[in-house]
């Protein structure tokens, strides 16, 4: 086996610390804690699923919250409803996650930058109006009560460790999407779709592709959220939500998978914790978003990877080794196409 | 040599023919689908309905009008996507019904509002966005970010209950002219969004400043040239643009009422709106508009717990078979 660099074993290092903590956390802490860690883990995986389209595609989507918003009824409607077992449950909610992500993906193709946002938003807010309207299916404002987690997750620490468990898979699952030829040619959208036509892909394809991936997993996260609250309601699938998702995203470092999980756990410390004496907290999430896309478009991860290079540059130049490169470096919000409008 | 440029030539012809063939095509289904839509609703209501629903969603096709035309002027020049339009429309609403409880002036609070409204829009260019111009991205995201902060500070200033705005005497009750009734405040919102589009219209046509204004559109590297401070250009047609908003947040709050959240609602329609008519395209705003508001007023009346549906059923279709739009350019 090739022998890590030493970027690679503190990577490898942290990962290891955090899954050790995350393992440790129900012996330590209350309830309410890991509650809120179980939501942050959920947040966590709904931004990655964003950053898949924003970071890696270059597509930055307003309405991803409708998505899982989708799943999340499925289950609901499927218990509260139809009376239906876990597993048809999950069945419907993935199924309807799919077709919702095929729809609103084959809307969306077509288009990118400034338009893409308009109409993932657009999209985003519909599923939100159509839960409101569609009393019988969504139980309108009221919701949907009556959803239950199987008994072997129905403690609150056994569906922690159960949040956990799905959240490293989907993660390992993503990071594999990333490293492979797909994730390559999906960055190669983002950098330039009319050189990827010209080497024989078809950028709008490769965009569907990214979205139902992308959808995929926003579904599960809505599905590990509605078992986790045991209840849905329309405010799941509004514009609020998704934009948190991509806050998160850009705060944490967008086109890199650590990024978007650190601004979720930031981002649900900040709403359930530091806010809760104070009443306005969509005016702080607001700041937060015009100071992050001012002043902090690279996130933190960006800021700690600049770091962390300059600190290996002058170890290098003093040792005068070779000087080792970071490869994942995140990017920049503010990224353009080179391509001429 | 010059059998290339003859073919260059015959081939850029033949094109242009299959693009008008295309247009014509497609305007025909268009008013086909139309004509067909039109015969179903007779058949399912009385002509009397149909005409009350069809100013009922020409009404609301003129506040989406006044609404849309702002965010359509912004984007064409400048590629700004403003999302904190609706934020705009919202608080310009809430500041005219704070006038017109303190001074029962309608014009004044109409004014007073939008020009409110446009000093928001002045900050918000000059000292938010002007540091990040050219950055589509980071651009659209800071404006959903302002517009949680107008929201939520507009819900703490005059709290979360349906708020009308007040509307003068003798703009109250219906208009009766024999057999027609109809309420006078809604066919006021009607003229002036004439207009407002024919003010606009003339602007934007017949005026050296809408002349720089359609030039800036197509090549702001030479307008600047020609020695036109393309700077304050940009900052005129955002406080213009924002200056419409808060005229739509007044007028429309006289009928459509203020609450929380109504921000994003009316952020979802215009942008429907700019979606089906064209983005940056001034006729595309008014068709948009009468579109989204006509299909909106009649789908309430037919098929209400899909009255959502209805609206994203034509974006859907437009965005495959048009993704610029009914009158949009082509890229």
């Known amino acids: 086996m090739r022998r890590l660099s030493l970027t690679g074993r503190v990577k490898l290092g942290l990962l290891v610390a955090a899954i050790g903590f995350g393992v440790a956390a129900p012996y330590i802490f209350s309830s309410f804690i890991v509650g809120l860690l179980s939501l942050a883990l959920i947040a966590g995986l709904f931004a990655m699923s964003i950053d898949l389209l924003a970071g890696y595609a270059g597509l930055v989507t307003l309405g991803q919250a409708g998505i899982s918003a989708v799943a999340s009824y499925g289950v609901g409607y499927m218990a509260n409803k139809v009376g239906a077992g876990v597993p048809a449950q999950i069945l419907v909610a993935i199924t309807a996650g799919l077709v919702a992500s095929a729809v609103f993906a084959a809307m969306a193709m077509r288009t990118d930058g400034v338009y893409f946002i308009m109409i993932t938003l657009a999209q985003g807010m519909i599923v939100w109006g159509l839960s409101i309207r569609l009393y019988q299916i969504t139980g309108a404002e009221n919701g949907l009560t009556g959803i239950e987690r199987p008994s072997f997750i129905s403690e609150y620490w056994q569906y922690y460790y159960f949040v956990m468990a799905v959240v490293l898979i989907c993660s390992f699952l993503l990071f594999i999407a990333v490293r492979s030829p797909f994730g390559a040619s999906t960055k190669g959208i983002r950098e330039s779709e009319s050189r990827m036509r010209m080497l024989g892909y078809n950028p709008a394809l490769q965009k569907f592709y990214v979205f139902m991936i992308s959808g995929f997993f926003a579904s599960i996260a809505g599905i590990l959220f509605v078992y986790l609250n045991e209840f849905i309601s329309p405010s799941a699938a509004y514009i609020s939500a998704s934009a948190i998702g991509v806050l998160e995203a850009i705060l944490g470092g967008i086109g890199t998978l650590i990024g978007p999980m650190i601004g979720a756990f930031i981002i649900v410390y900040i709403q359930n914790i530091v806010s809760t004496n104070l009443e306005r907290w969509p005016t702080l999430m607001g700041l937060i978003f015009i100071v992050v896309v001012l002043f902090a478009r690279k996130g933190i991860v960006g800021a700690i990877s600049a770091g962390w290079q300059r600190w290996l540059d002058s170890r290098e130049s003093r040792s005068g080794g070779p000087v080792e490169d970071l490869d994942d470096l995140p990017d920049d919000l503010a990224f353009e196409s080179s391509e001429p409008r | ?331």
Not at chain 2, 148 to 173: C, E, H, I, M, R
Not at chain 2, 191 to 214: P, S
Request: proline share 4%.
């Open chain 2, 1 to 331: 040599m010059a059998e290339a440029v003859t073919e260059e030539i015959s081939r850029e012809a033949i094109i242009r023919a299959e693009q008008r063939r295309r247009r014509l095509l497609f305007t025909v289904t268009g008013l086909l689908v139309f004509a067909l839509l039109v015969w179903w609703i007779l058949g399912k209501m009385s002509l009397k309905s149909f005409w009350l629903q069809a100013l009922n969603g020409l009404s609301f096709g003129a506040v989406l009008f006044f609404l849309a035309s702002g965010f359509t002027l912004i984007f064409g020049l400048m590629r700004i996507t403003n999302l904190a339009h609706g934020g705009f429309y919202l608080v310009g609403g809430y500041m005219g019904f704070s006038v017109m409880s303190w001074t029962g002036n309608f014009a004044l609070a109409l004014f007073a509002a939008a020009l409110g409204i446009t000093v928001v829009g002045l900050f918000t260019e000059r000292v938010l966005l002007r540091p990040i111009r050219g950055l589509e991205k980071p651009e659209v995201l800071l404006t959903i970010g302002l517009t949680f902060v107008l929201g939520d500070l507009s819900l703490a200033v005059w709290g979360g209950d349906p708020t009308p705005v007040p509307v003068p005497g003798f703009l109250q009750g219906p208009l009766r002219i024999g057999d027609f009734v109809y309420p006078r405040y809604r066919l006021f919102v009607l003229a002036c969004a004439v207009v407002v589009a024919v003010v606009l219209f003339y602007i934007e046509r017949r005026t050296r400043l809408g002349a720089i204004v359609r030039a800036g559109v197509d090549d702001r590297e030479t307008v600047a040239a020609l020695g036109i401070n393309i700077k304050a250009v940009f900052t005129g047609v955002f406080m213009f643009g924002a200056f419409l908003a808060g005229f739509a947040g007044v007028i429309g709050g006289g009928f459509l009422t203020l609450l929380p959240g109504q921000d994003f609602e009316i952020l979802l329609f215009g942008l429907v709106v700019v979606i089906l008519g064209g983005l940056g395209s001034l006729p595309g705003a008014v068709l948009g508009a009468v579109l989204v508001g006509l299909i909106d007023s009649f789908a309430k009346a037919l098929v209400p717990e899909l009255s959502f549906f209805t609206l994203f059923a034509p974006m859907a279709l437009i965005l495959v078979l048009r993704p610029q739009g009914l009158l949009g350019k082509e890229e």
